[in-house]
């Protein structure tokens, strides 16, 4: 990825992020492909983040 790219890349995951984690994911190969990008959550319980 050169400068171009990268900069890119930083305009779509400010622009989208899950759009833009789905379209990585999309290079991956999935027994299962992911049916939902991100899960998170910042509460004292249940705290979690979770990708894919």
């Given at each position: 990825m050169d400068a171009a790219g990268y900069e890119a890349a930083v305009a779509q995951v400010e622009a989208d992020p899950e759009a833009y984690w789905r379209k990585v994911?999309?290079?991956?190969?999935?027994?299962?492909?992911?049916?939902?990008i991100k899960d998170t959550s910042f509460h004292k319980h249940p705290f979690h983040i979770r990708w894919y």
């Open positions: 994911a999309g290079r991956l190969d999935w027994i299962t492909p992911p049916t939902q």
